[in-house]
């Protein structure tokens, strides 16, 4: 019997190697977040017991110490048996004494995501709310100090915008809840007295602190984008694509006061991109309009007409960083980590809506729920394009950076590669049909 394998055996062999990885990644992701929640629950359990005795039997804050050394003695293999952190455990069950919460939230955070919130956050209500939105966008540590240190959960949602009556629900819902009011460019250290181009170039070279301030989601596709309507030249400021609302968000720089004619423009942007860039399966464009000031009066009335949905928001600038600020900033690399694989999800879109157009154009019909190994199935002239086989080893890579799941470095950049040349291949193909 040969022992090498045919080029159809090596593909199915490919695939099935590629299940059985991303079956053992989930596996060991479950487990290590099902001990992580032990631990936290077991921490919690810890401090209630030792919240109890102190307020009811009126021991000393010496009875801490005491636990320490006994514990660290019965169990010298686990760590985190310290005063200190005993201490935490404590603050732990006074500042979440819901176990249901501490369950659904807090156990699937690190402990020093937990401590952050006990430290920062002295609202019990905003503990819960920013918990949760570190749960939900899988945010670092040194993420949720930033987020909590500028004030997101005064300013996430607080946008004046025309959503409610231009967008269909829950589309207007999520929209409102992603745009702030203000937001905080604070990072760039530039004061009040500046030129709009030097905001935008500004921001673009802190693109990474701009990504994470206007949130998870917002994939950058450029500045000063071009679009050309009727033979004349127009320029966007920035332009993005959101991820979640699966549309084009253009956003607006004015370093002045609001104007009612800025939502003209904007308005006017938002009808364009629509018409040349907003494919089929993509919902309506958004536009937001970052002003200096605003007078909401004067915002409602200039929104109130407009067909096209828009918000408009204020910005702020600092000259300098306070220094718990500054230290709370993340590090590039820890953004890197947070935010690597955007590119890598734009071209997955990419590469399905050439997919899906192949496939209706040979008259297939390509049900939304079709993966891309479905959708490259359909067609006969695609499975045996030269870099179709190799690409269908790295689907993976791009469902898990779709869906948030870390991809290592090296893993992306090799998925980046092998998708950029099979988008080329696909878009060669379709010219010549």
Not at 152 to 159: M, N, P, S, T, V
Not at 189 to 203: A, H, Y
Not at 244 to 259: A, D, G, M, P, T
């Amino acid at each position: 019997m040969s022992l090498v394998p045919s080029s159809s055996e090596s593909s199915d062999y490919g695939q099935l190697l590629d299940t059985l990885k991303e079956r053992i990644r989930s596996s060991r992701l479950r487990a290590a977040l099902a001990v992580n929640e032990e631990l936290i629950l077991l921490y919690w359990g810890i401090g209630c017991d030792i919240l109890v005795r102190q307020d009811s039997a009126g021991w000393g804050a010496k009875i801490v110490d005491r636990l320490s050394a006994d514990l660290k003695r019965d169990f010298p293999e686990m760590t985190g048996f310290s005063p200190r952190n005993l201490k935490y455990m404590r603050a732990l069950a006074e500042a979440f004494p819901d176990r249901e919460i501490v369950q659904q939230v807090i156990a699937q955070l690190p402990w020093g995501h937990a401590i952050t919130l006990i430290e920062a956050v002295k609202d019990p209500a905003q503990r819960i709310w920013y918990g949760e939105q570190a749960r939900l966008h899988g945010w670092s540590r040194k993420v949720l100090s930033h987020q909590v240190g500028s004030g997101l959960f005064d300013r996430q949602g607080k946008a004046i915008t025309n959503f409610a009556r231009t967008l269909p629900a829950p589309q207007s819902d999520l929209a409102q809840a992603l745009i702030k009011d203000p937001y905080s460019f604070d990072f760039l250290g530039l004061g009040p007295d500046i030129s709009e181009r030097e905001l935008e170039r500004s921001l673009l070279e802190h693109l990474r602190s701009l990504i994470l301030e206007l949130g998870k989601g917002f994939a950058f596709v450029g500045s000063q984008y071009h679009l050309e309507v009727a033979d004349h030249d127009y320029y966007l400021d920035l332009l993005f694509y959101h991820l979640h609302l699966r549309c084009y968000v253009v956003v607006e720089l004015k370093i002045e006061e609001f104007k009612p004619e800025f939502a003209g423009k904007m308005n006017f942007y938002l009808s364009a991109v629509d018409d040349l860039l907003r494919h089929v399966d993509d919902a309506p464009t958004i536009g937001i309009i970052l002003c200096q000031g605003k007078n909401a009066v004067v915002v409602e009335y200039a929104l109130r007409a407009s067909v096209k949905p828009m918000g408009v928001a204020e910005y702020t600038l600092s000259e300098a960083l306070p220094a718990p600020l500054q230290a709370a900033l993340p590090t590039a690399e820890d953004l890197a980590l947070d935010f690597p694989l955007w590119s890598l999800v734009k071209l997955r879109i990419d590469i399905e809506r050439e997919l899906r157009k192949l496939a209706e154009d040979a008259g297939v019909t390509s049900d939304r729920s079709m993966s891309l190994n479905e959708l490259i199935r359909t067609n006969e002239d695609v499975r045996q394009l030269p870099t179709t086989a190799e690409f269908m080893r790295i689907v993976n890579s791009l469902q898990n950076a779709a869906h948030g799941i870390d991809v290592p470095q090296d893993e992306a950049d090799q998925a980046t590669k092998i998708s950029k040349s099979f988008l080329l291949d696909l878009r060669a193909y379709q010219a010549t049909r």
